[in-house]
């Protein structure tokens, strides 16, 4: 069975969703296919600091603001820096001026579900393949056999998206670093240690080779991001169906550090979680192929650097609006919105310092975080 939609996004993502708000607002028909059965399928991560270049200009072009405001977790800003030895070198307070507030991933990516017609998203639509019919028109096909046939296909389905090959041939790789994720719940009172540590917003604790990231999160949660440079054939030998031998294998890594550093690991609530880092070349460019295009990861995929949800936001603005300025005419919006996306997420993967805070460089330490801050800074202003 076939149906024909004017605009169909793959993936109810940050990115989809904000393209498919920006386009409500405009007035243009669209639908969202997702792989999830519902929007509670599963947990959408941690917290997200919304930077004011841009992740808060998407939801402004989202008309979305206030609700977003609502949101926001006060006093999340504050971020410290420790040595491994649990020596606090930077302690930077919240004041409510910055302009990252943090929110949870869950409850922004729910705003934008609330702004859209109920019917926008089609849940449980996992995408196999999608193939080009022709004349900027493009077949997407289900795992349940069912088929869309669509003037406009935009690729919000991340990492391993089915769209990309329509565009590129290349695929992501390994690389070099995992995460390695767990909860610490009723903190204050039952981590004592490791909450004093992180304070009340970020705290990380960088070395070469091995990291300590972690956020407080909405309640009384932190939630602890281990970063190790390791083969993935490292990670491949523990038994991560064993939470106690991956809990003890992490944290052996940390041999030497503070107590109450590793009681983020050796203390989690949660069995650990590993999640590997892929990437796409930066600055990945592809011809124009008409009626096609990607955004978010699945257009720049990069490792983790506080960049990557507020630039799928910013693209789907962006390629929003640009199919509201030319209505009669999709190549010449796709074309705008490439010109300006290939550079933009170029620029955002090797921002300054980030060379000398790659996490095997020897400069990796706290202070070399701290004198990046601070240049990012300068520059800035």
């Given at each position: 069975m076939h149906s024909h939609n004017p605009v169909t996004i793959i993936g109810a993502g940050l990115g989809g969703l904000t393209l498919a708000r920006v386009l409500h607002v405009h007035g243009i028909p669209v639908t969202v296919y997702e792989a999830e059965s519902s929007p509670s399928e599963r947990r959408q991560g941690g917290l997200l600091d919304i930077h004011d270049y841009n992740g808060q200009l998407a939801l402004k072009a989202a008309d979305l603001m206030d609700e977003f405001h609502a949101i926001v977790l006060e006093g999340r800003?504050?971020?410290?820096?420790?040595?491994?030895?649990?020596?606090?070198?930077?302690?930077?307070a919240d004041d409510g001026t910055g302009g990252r507030p943090e929110v949870q991933r869950g409850e922004l990516r729910q705003i934008l579900l609330d702004s859209l017609p109920a019917d926008t998203v089609r849940w449980g639509h996992k995408v196999t393949g999608a193939r080009s019919l022709g004349e900027g028109r493009h077949e997407v096909t289900f795992a349940d056999g069912g088929s869309v046939v669509t003037g406009l296909l935009v690729g919000a389905d991340g990492a391993w998206s089915r769209v990309r090959p329509l565009l590129t041939t290349v695929t992501p790789e390994y690389a070099g670093t995992s995460f390695v994720e767990t909860y610490l719940f009723e903190a204050d009172t039952r981590h004592p240690a490791a909450a004093k540590a992180v304070g009340g917003g970020s705290m990380m604790a960088p070395s070469p080779g091995a990291e300590i990231f972690a956020h407080r999160e909405s309640g009384d949660t932190l939630h602890t991001y281990v970063v190790l440079s390791r083969p993935q054939e490292w990670f491949a030998a523990i038994d991560f169906t064993d939470p106690a031998e991956?809990?003890?294998?992490?944290?052996?890594?940390?041999?030497?550090?503070?107590?109450?550093l590793t009681a983020l690991i050796t203390e989690g609530d949660t069995a650990p979680v590993m999640r590997p880092h892929f990437t796409l070349p930066t600055g990945l460019r592809w011809d124009r192929v008409p009626g096609v295009t990607l955004l978010g990861d699945a257009a720049h995929l990069s490792v983790p650097n506080g960049e990557?949800?507020?630039?799928?936001?910013?693209?789907g603005a962006e390629l929003g609006k640009s199919l509201a300025a030319h209505p009669d005419d999709i190549e010449a919006a796709l074309t705008e919105y490439e010109q300006a996306m290939f550079p933009r997420s170029a620029e955002a993967?090797?921002?300054?310092?980030?060379?000398?805070?790659?996490?095997?460089?020897?400069?990796?330490?706290?202070?070399?975080?701290?004198?990046?801050?601070?240049?990012?800074?300068?520059r800035q202003s």
């Open positions: 800003q504050a971020m410290r820096v420790l040595d491994r030895d649990g020596t606090v070198l930077m302690d930077r991956a809990t003890a294998r992490i944290a052996a890594e940390f041999g030497g550090w503070a107590s109450e990557g949800a507020n630039l799928a936001m910013l693209d993967a090797t921002f300054g310092g980030a060379e000398i805070h790659s996490i095997d460089s020897e400069k990796n330490t706290a202070q070399g975080l701290i004198d990046m801050f601070n240049e990012f800074e300068k």
